[in-house]
């Protein structure tokens, strides 16, 4: 692995560390915490890879399901 590419796994590996960690806060333990950490950081990297990422949003509403659901236990 390049050093560019190390770098950048590096940076991936705290944000999912972050989503972890604020999933567990909400009260989702932490084998399903890792899970939805790397489902959301995916979900999260595939939007920005998109050719017009600002076309493709959630509604607040969505948003809101979405939240409930991947903090339901």
Do not use: C
Request: hydrophobic share 40%; proline share 3%; no cysteine.
């Amino acid at each position: 692995m390049n050093l560019w590419a190390k770098k950048v796994d590096e940076v991936d590996q705290k944000r999912i560390k972050y989503a972890r960690d604020l999933l567990v806060k909400s009260g989702v333990d932490d084998a399903d915490a890792e899970t939805r950490a790397k489902l959301l950081y995916w979900a999260s990297i595939g939007r920005l890879m998109m050719p017009t990422p600002n076309l493709h949003s959630f509604s607040q509403q969505e948003v809101s399901r979405l939240t409930d659901h991947l903090l339901s236990s």
